[in-house]
């Protein structure tokens, strides 16, 4: 197996990304930097910061938006959980509450509970950015038909074409050309689903 390949480490941000990525290849369990006012102030790598919605129903089935991604070589299909960037001046509540109202229809009467946290360096991932960080927020409910205040045409102009609910062996099983984001979603929404939250948000990757 060849070793991961490491961003330029030009400042302090990169090299602590490089030393997490090197020690996860080696199978030693290492989080990624991820506190803002240390992004702030170390790193000129330009993230796009969003936020999303685990959405489970009373059958354990998760809500996907279907993103439809228009690339040179054509057409990347990616699943996805609800939500959207983090505007200048939100918190993430804040976001995940006006994305979900915006994508779903779905209103938030409590604080859902921070699971997962995802930081990609790779310019491909979104465009204009060098990377994405995603927070993800665990949200359960009964099953709902997702239709938000967003029209088609303006679901579209951000690439989701449709939403599904998915049942986790459904993604287990699936060998299609379609992409999960992240990649390995089976993995830790079996956890998820299986055990108690966890105490931090658990790191994911790409």
């Known amino acids: 197996m060849s070793p991961p390949q490491l961003p330029p480490l030009n400042d302090r941000y990169q090299y602590d990304l490089a030393r997490v990525t090197v020690l996860r290849w080696f199978g030693v369990r290492a989080d990624f930097p991820h506190d803002a006012r240390y992004r702030s102030r170390m790193s000129p790598v330009n993230l796009r910061h969003a936020v999303r919605a685990i959405i489970l ?17 054509g057409t990347s299909v990616v699943w996805a959980a609800p939500g959207g960037g983090v505007e200048t001046g939100e918190t993430l509540l804040t976001a995940l509450r006006r994305e979900l109202l915006e ?12 699971v997962w946290h995802q930081e990609v360096i790779d310019p491909g991932h979104a465009a204009g950015y060098d990377g994405v960080i995603n927070d993800y927020f665990l949200i359960r409910t009964a099953s709902f038909n997702p239709r938000g205040a967003l029209s088609d045409a303006e679901l ?17 099983d699936y060998h299609g050309t379609d992409l999960f984001s992240p990649r390995d979603l089976a993995s830790p929404l079996a956890t998820l689903i299986s055990s108690n939250l966890p105490d931090r948000p658990v790191p994911l990757g790409l």
């Open 57 to 73: 129903d009373q059958d354990d089935r998760i809500l996907l938006c279907r993103f439809d991604i228009p690339k040179p070589e």
């Open 103 to 114: 994508e779903v229809g779905l209103t938030l009467d409590a604080d859902p509970p921070h």
């Open 156 to 172: 579209a102009a951000e690439n989701i074409t449709r939403l599904e609910w998915w049942r986790l062996q459904d993604i287990t």
